[in-house]
């Protein structure tokens, strides 16, 4: 099993630019979540998608950031315009309904906005 | 959802037994605890979960006292790739799960 896929790993953008962070789930898996680490507030839930559907979008911070998963198999999520406040690692993680508690994480996408 | 308290960090040193207590005074009859860790720059990693008693898994120890309100996660032996940072999670499986990670423990262990 590959695990969660997180493509770009390292993204680096000036201010005002799109910014689209990509995520390949667990095969099988029907939730999945997008996070954001920071060493002030720590890892903080985004988004939440179960059976490809936002379930819980209450920890978006603002209209710039937007997701959306099409199928199964793939997730996006994007900010735009970026702003240097949006720097941090943001993670994927994606879990299996037999056990939703244990989530799955990919390897993060580092953002860094000049 | 119920809110846990963990120690920021903690010291060991190889071989030792580390133990390391969360506190969730207002959990609920639903919930389950769970614990993640999380080496520097990788994503968080399932290590156990329960909800009563002890439980026990190739990596750890869990141990829940029987009103619940604290959990003790233990590490046998601990060895210098055992340092990263630990978190306590309290949530309950309602068809949904959304999980609150707090800012954990960040367990160094020294040669």
């Known amino acids: 099993d590959a695990g969660v896929i997180q493509s770009p790993r390292h993204e680096v953008t000036e201010m005002g630019q799109e910014v689209t962070l990509r995520c390949k789930p667990i095969s099988g898996h029907n939730s999945l979540f997008w996070y954001r680490q920071t060493m002030m507030r720590g890892l903080e839930l985004l988004i939440y998608?179960?059976?490809?559907?936002?379930?819980?979008d209450s920890g978006m911070p603002e209209d710039r950031f937007s997701a959306k998963m099409p199928n199964a198999s793939f997730s996006t999520l994007k900010i735009q315009p970026s702003e240097p406040r949006d720097s941090a690692v943001y993670f994927c993680?994606?879990?299996?309904?037999?056990?939703?508690?244990?989530?799955?994480f990919g390897p993060g996408t580092r953002l860094t906005v000049l | 959802l119920a809110k846990t308290t963990q120690p920021i960090s903690m010291d060991s040193y190889e071989g030792q037994e580390v133990n390391i207590t969360c506190s969730h005074n207002n959990i609920a009859t639903n919930d389950y605890i769970t614990w993640y860790q999380q080496f520097p720059s990788q994503g968080p990693r399932f290590i156990i979960q329960g909800y009563k008693t002890k439980v026990t898994n190739e990596v750890a120890s869990l141990f829940i006292p029987a009103d619940r309100k604290s959990s003790t996660l233990s590490l046998p032996r601990v060895s210098l790739s055992d340092t990263a940072v630990y978190y306590c999670?309290?949530?309950?499986?309602?068809?949904?799960?959304?999980?609150?990670f707090g800012k954990g423990t960040m367990l160094l262990v020294s040669p």
């Open positions: 999670l309290v949530g309950a499986y309602s068809g949904y799960s959304t999980l609150t």
């Open positions: 998608f179960n059976n490809n559907v936002p379930i819980d």
């Open positions: 993680a994606s879990s299996a309904a037999r056990d939703p508690d244990t989530q799955y």
